[in-house]
């Protein structure tokens, strides 16, 4: 899972080549994501003197834990060999049905606004359980590609959250809902953070310290391999794809509580944005590795970035085209360190 290392000690007597040895192995370890960091930090804090400041760095750190939660997931189906484009659709159907059973229950059960949270949460989980048991079972029971499948099932997902709703929000959710884990805090931690490290711990102690992790790694590094070594690689794929749509409703859960109403259009830029912060932290598109902590960093800096481009007042419609062009970039420069990782063996 980690990135051999490549450093030339014929070299290190120079004090010019050893810098370049050292830039080239923090590169391949990594990957672009300390030089892309490096870069955002510069070019946003000479464009504002606000942006480096601790009260703008914590509002990105909280503006990121949705992200970060998503990527989490993707970064999991990215080891195996695939991808989910079908993030996205899983927050906004979350959301959807989350606030649809509130209403109903409320409704329903008057007086019983935790049992109305919990189970509408449930509902909300179940609908993404089910958008990942779609992806899995296509995808490793039918061998169905990853891009078509989940395409298909993101497709299948808006247009359900549209059919429910009317393209209508649905508002007058239970307040506690809101309240808690919008804007709550528990020992001071906004509970959205609490639920984001919880969920970074869960994931890091899956993929460094269990089974399942290594099989992870070892079906996206050759599932042919995988599967002759006895691994259960149809096992590993449906359980990665549902692992990635919990997280998005997770993050679907939060941000329908920070908005206090179900919305059919929360979540919209979640896929390009999570393989983004996946790619620039060095998950390789070709599977079998990634690391969780450079994954959290890599989401960070996708909302530094954008926070960065919302300081220098910089369009909308512009911060997709220059988000877009990141992810490309990230691409390409990931083809050349597989070059390198490649020549390096």
């Known amino acids: 899972m980690s990135a051999p290392d490549a450093v030339d000690s014929a070299s290190a007597a120079t004090p010019g080549l050893s810098a370049i040895n050292a830039v080239k192995t923090l590169f391949l370890k990594v990957g672009v994501l300390p030089f892309f960091l490096a870069a955002a930090l510069i070019v946003f804090s000479l464009v504002s003197g606000n942006f480096l400041t601790v009260s703008n760095l914590t509002n990105v750190a909280r503006q990121s834990v949705y992200l970060i939660l998503v990527s989490l997931g993707q970064m999991v189906v990215l080891i195996t060999g695939g991808f989910d484009l079908?993030?996205?659709?899983?927050?906004?159907?979350?959301?959807?049905?989350?606030?649809?059973?509130?209403?109903?229950?409320?409704?329903?059960?008057?007086?019983?606004?935790?049992?109305?949270?919990?189970?509408?949460?449930?509902?909300?989980?179940?609908?993404?359980?089910?958008?990942?048991?779609?992806?899995?079972?296509?995808?490793?029971?039918?061998?169905?590609?990853?891009?078509i499948m989940t395409l298909g099932v993101q497709s299948v997902g808006a247009g359900l959250a549209l059919y429910l709703t009317g393209g209508v929000p649905v508002s007058r959710l239970p307040l506690d809902f809101g309240n808690i884990?919008?804007?709550?805090?528990?020992?001071?931690?906004?509970?959205?953070?609490?639920?984001?490290?919880?969920?970074?711990?869960?994931?890091?102690?899956?993929?460094?310290?269990?089974?399942?992790?290594?099989?992870?790694?070892?079906?996206?590094?050759?599932?042919?391999?995988?599967?002759?070594?006895?691994?259960?690689?149809?096992?590993?794929?449906?359980?990665?794809?549902?692992?990635?749509?919990?997280?998005?409703?997770?993050?679907?859960?939060?941000?329908?509580?920070?908005?206090?109403?179900?919305?059919?259009?929360?979540?919209?830029?979640?896929?390009?944005?999570?393989i983004a912060a996946c790619v620039i932290a060095g998950v390789s598109l070709r599977g079998g590795i990634g690391r969780v902590e450079n994954v959290v960093l890599g989401a960070f800096f996708i909302a530094l970035v954008q926070n960065g481009m919302n300081i220098a007042q910089i369009g909308s419609y512009l911060q997709m085209v220059l988000l877009g062009g990141l992810l490309i970039l990230a691409v390409v420069i990931d083809q050349l360190r597989y070059r390198m990782l490649i020549g390096s063996t």
């Open 86 to 147: 079908a993030v996205g659709t899983t927050i906004a159907l979350t959301s959807v049905v989350s606030a649809l059973a509130m209403v109903a229950l409320a409704a329903m059960m008057p007086g019983h606004e935790w049992a109305v949270i919990m189970l509408g949460s449930l509902a909300g989980i179940g609908a993404a359980l089910v958008i990942g048991c779609v992806n899995g079972v296509g995808i490793a029971q039918f061998s169905v590609s990853p891009f």
């Open 181 to 274: 884990f919008g804007f709550g805090r528990i020992v001071g931690v906004p509970v959205p953070v609490v639920v984001a490290l919880t969920a970074i711990a869960a994931t890091w102690v899956m993929m460094n310290r269990t089974r399942l992790g290594t099989q992870i790694c070892a079906v996206g590094g050759n599932i042919k391999a995988a599967h002759l070594s006895a691994i259960n690689t149809k096992k590993v794929l449906f359980l990665a794809y549902v692992f990635s749509a919990v997280l998005a409703s997770l993050a679907g859960l939060l941000l329908t509580a920070r908005v206090e109403s179900g919305e059919t259009n929360l979540g919209g830029s979640m896929a390009l944005e999570s």
